[in-house]
Structures are given as C-alpha cells and as structure tokens.
C-alpha cells in the first residue's frame, strides 16, 4: 500500500509537469456500470420516502436497465403506497474504485425530475464528514439551477471572491454548520438542473480534482463552448483548455489533502428527505399535497424520475 501510495506520488509529479493533461483510467457504458459499481441497498441517511433496492431487485424491476450506451436508474413509477409500509423503491449506486487526484467527466442524457425528486451525483470520502463530500450534480423539486456543493470537516472555508461563472451561496464547507448546508455555487444557466435540462437534451458534468484545488465545469448538449476532448470523451484530456469552471474551491483556506481523501463516486435518487421534504422547501417549489403523501399516492408522478447516463470517464 505504501509502495502503491508512494508510485502514485511519483506519477502526480510527473502528470503536473505536463500542465493539466490527464489520461483516462476508466470508462463506464451501458451494462459495464454494473461491474463498476454497486448498489447500496442502505438506509437513507437523510431520511428519503425511498427504499433503495439491491441490483438484482432493481433489474428485475426496471428500476435499472442498459442497452448500448445508455445507463437507466429511476425510481418506482407503479406502486401506490402504503402510509405505514416502506419508501417509494429506488436506488444508490456506489463506484468500487476510488480516486484522489483525477478528473471526473459524466455525459447524461436525462436527470430526475418531478417534485419531491432529489437527485444527486456526487464524491465521498470515508469517514464523513472527513474524508469530504463533493456534490457534483443535486438540487431538489425541479428547482434550477444546479448546485455544486463542498462537506467537510470544520475550518475549511472559500474565498468570497474566486474565478468562477457561478454564484457563491454559502462559505463555510463545515458539514457540522448552518445545517450541513456546506459551500455550495450555483451554475449560471437554468439548463443545468431538471425539466430545462432534460429538454436540452442534458450536456456535459465534468469535476476535477486535485491537492490545490477543486473545479466543475457544465456544459449543456447544445453548447458550442464544449471542449471537443470531453464531447468526445477522448482518450486524454486537457483541463487547461476548458475555460473558467462554474464553481471553483481553490485550497487558499482549505487543505485539499488534508479535508479530501479518497473518494468514491455516488449517484442516488431520494424522494422528500431533509432538504426537498422540508415543508418550505416543497410548498415554496410549488409542489402540491405534502411530500410523502404525494410520494405514496402518486407513482405517475415519477414517470419522469430517471437518470440516463451515455457515459461517465474517469482521468488521472
Ligand atoms: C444522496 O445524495 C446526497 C448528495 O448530496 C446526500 O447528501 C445524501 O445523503 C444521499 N443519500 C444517500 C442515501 O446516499
Ligand atoms: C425498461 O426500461 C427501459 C428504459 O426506460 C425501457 O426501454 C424498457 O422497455 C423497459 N422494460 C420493461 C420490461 O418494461
């Protein structure tokens, strides 16, 4: 392991010399996302209307399906249920690798929309909070645009002014402050997040980490701006040539190897939950009923609940 680590050094060193190029190390399509990742059929830890299923459940229930190059992962769209019985079924699937520096690139077609829907993709480190959380993709009841959102241990805070597209809406990373709200920037576009995005035809999540800094950069399907080495998800890239990220967490106040360590990636569809089942939240989305009887009562409502991924690359 040492040795690994050690090796793993050397090659940092040697990728950093030659500017941000990177070479991808993985790449997932279609049916090779189920020997790369897992399904965690886990409690929610932020308290979902949902009960994520094992993957021989969820194929058997069409709850994921692949052909070609497309990935699905949705919730139940049939069941009516009962107030008293479990969530609505869904699923969190976790990669078996984990990354330190590297750069990750996710082509989606379509995200989850509908109200009392919150979708995430997003890294973890072990330990949470302190192995860090880095949320790439998430928001809840259709409401754009999309956040990209820093968890950690206290003392990591962000810089008010940085280079970035985005809007700053919080500091402070501090999972243990303001209600683990963390640091979170909004995009600029209202294509980055649900019903806008999927009418685009969805577009390009790209995160990029390394010991100084962490970067997201989204483009939409239609996006002349896109860089030819991630629309067609070439070999190598260069993330020097990808122009100002939507949300940049440089390392001025904030240790990157000290509040990051290897992550996983994980991509999961809860329903209501902490965030988009808290009362305001709902009603202020314009989403009728209350959350989890709109869960329980309405399975046509989550027709639209589904990710379609056309790949996910990864680069160290
Ligand atoms: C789903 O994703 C969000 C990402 O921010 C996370 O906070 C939440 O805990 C996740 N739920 C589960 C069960 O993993
Ligand atoms: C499973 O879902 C896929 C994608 O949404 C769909 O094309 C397919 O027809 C479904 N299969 C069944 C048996 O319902």
Known sequence: MVRFVLGLTVLGSATAALGATYAQSDSHQGDGFYKSFNFQAISDPTHGRVNYVDMATAQADNLTYSSGDTFILR??????????????????????????????????RHMPEGCATWPAVWEVGG????????????????????????????????????????????????ADADNNAGCGVQAPSSNSYGPAFNSAGGGWYAMERTSSFIKVWFWSRNDG?????????????????????????????????EYFDWANIVINLTLCGDWAGSSSVYADAGCPS?????????????????FDFQWLKIYE
């Open 127 to 174: 330990d949470w909070p302190a192995g860090g959380e880095v949320d790439i993709l998430e928001g809840v009841n259709n409401q754009s645009p999309n956040q990209a959102t820093l968890h950690t241990n206290p003392g990591c805070t962000m810089p008010s002014s940085r280079s970035q597209t985005g809007t700053s809406v919080n500091n402070d990373c501090d």
């Open 75 to 108: 919730c139940d769209d049939t069941t009516v249920l009962s107030s008293s019985g479990p969530g609505r079924n869904s699923v969190r699937i976790q990669s078996n690798k984990q990354y330190l520096d590297h750069v990750s690139v996710f082509n989606i």
């Open 225 to 257: 701006s896109v860089p030819s080495d991630v629309k067609n998800g070439d070999t190598s890239i260069d993330t020097d040539n990808w122009g100002k990220p939507f949300a940049y967490f440089p390392g001025t106040s904030c240790s990157m190897t």
């Open 290 to 306: 209350s959350c989890v009887d709109y869960v329980n009562e309405n399975p046509s409502a989550f027709t639209e609940a589904y």
